[in-house]
């Protein structure tokens, strides 16, 4: 079976409407970027639209948890460099790391950790990942080895 790529990237420009006064990004806005990018990769790399998905078969991923770490601040009209990718699938679950650099990589943003729920529209309940799903998820699945969301940056930051 083909892998497929790991480690969507692409690259955003930093809009200065999404910024407080003092030119930062606004740290609620640091998850719109991120979970943009994120559909973005999703159709660009593994040909899967979240939305037709959800239409198609009423059924969704709904955020149960978000964990996020700012490490250093977003600029207005910086590009900004970012990073996806599914650290771990259950059959009813997703965590998805999403990471911000600054456009070299040198700077670490923000690091994002975020749970999903496959839930079925009608029933209002979890459901099970399909084998079709299954099977992208351990095409592109990548499981890191930090057990917190601290020691993970320290880890992206050294290179691994």
Not at 64 to 82: D, G, Q, R, T
Request: proline fraction near 2%; include cysteine.
């Amino acid at each position: 079976m083909e892998r497929l790529t790991e480690q969507p990237e692409s690259i955003a420009t930093i809009r200065f409407q999404d910024c407080d006064p003092y030119g930062h990004l606004n740290n609620g806005r640091y998850l719109n970027y991120l979970i943009n990018a994120r559909e973005d990769h999703l159709i660009e790399h593994y040909n899967f639209n979240m939305y037709n998905y959800s239409q198609e078969h009423n059924s969704t991923w709904v955020v149960s948890k978000n964990e996020i770490l700012y490490k250093f601040p977003a600029k207005a009209f910086e590009k900004v460099l970012i990073r996806t990718q599914l650290i771990e699938y259950t059959d009813r679950k997703l965590k998805i790391e999403m990471v911000m650099f600054d456009e070299s990589k040198k700077k670490l943003n923000a690091l994002l950790w975020m749970d999903m729920f496959f839930i079925n529209f009608k029933t209002q309940k979890l459901e099970k990942h399909n084998d079709d799903l299954m099977n992208l998820f351990k095409r592109v699945v990548l499981a890191i080895e930090s057990p917190t969301i601290e020691d993970r940056a320290k880890r992206i930051l050294r290179g691994k």
